[in-house]
């Protein structure tokens, strides 16, 4: 299969609604982790919860997109920005699926569902997999604390850096 020379229109709506979704997300689950009080916490926790269902949705949409389509050559001056571009894109989706599967199942690991804004509950009886509650909060946390924001600064860094050295040329040039 031949390699798309730039992103179609829906991937970059696609890539932009993600975004979005992450970084509310991200800002979400900081604000519980920092929230003055248990209250505040479960309250900010509910729409967590409730918007990662949605989100659950899109990335795996996003990802499944993103792998049909298949990626764009890899632009970048030197070997190494091509390869922390290479790298940065699979894994933020790697890390983006991660995230939206190891939320519910550290929910469902301790007999919860996800309530998605009252509407309706999620529950998948998964108690009998007690021993990976830990290690799925460990991983969700990790990855919405340090590992995700980590790779979005270097996204944004390459993006910023590629829109200020992009050679863009007008129709009047073509």
């Known amino acids: ?7 179609s229109g829906v991937s970059i709506i696609n890539h ?3 975004a979005l979704l992450v970084i509310a ?13 248990e209250v505040t916490e479960d309250y900010v926790m509910v729409i967590h919860i409730s918007l990662g269902f949605f989100v659950f949705l899109f990335v795996l949409w996003r990802t499944a997109y ?24 699979r894994l933020l989706l790697v890390f983006l699926v991660l995230q939206v599967f190891s939320g519910p199942l550290y929910l469902f690991t301790e007999n919860e ?3 998605v804004f009252g509407w309706f509950t999620i529950y998948v009886p ?19 604390v340090y590992l995700l924001p980590i790779l979005l600064v270097l996204h944004f860094l390459g993006a910023f850096k590629h829109f200020l050295t992009a050679d863009y040329k007008t129709p009047a040039d073509l």
């Open 1 to 7: 299969m031949n390699k798309p020379s730039r992103y």
């Open 16 to 18: 932009w609604i993600t």
């Open 25 to 37: 997300m991200l800002v979400l689950g900081w604000t519980a982790g920092s929230a003055p009080t």
């Open 66 to 89: 993103r792998l049909y389509e298949g990626f764009p050559e890899i632009i970048g001056e030197t070997k190494i920005e091509r390869a922390t571009a290479y790298w940065v894109h």
């Open 113 to 115: 569902g996800v309530n």
């Open 126 to 144: 998964l108690e009998s997999l007690a021993v990976i509650h830990a290690p799925m909060e460990w991983v969700h946390v990790a990855l919405g």
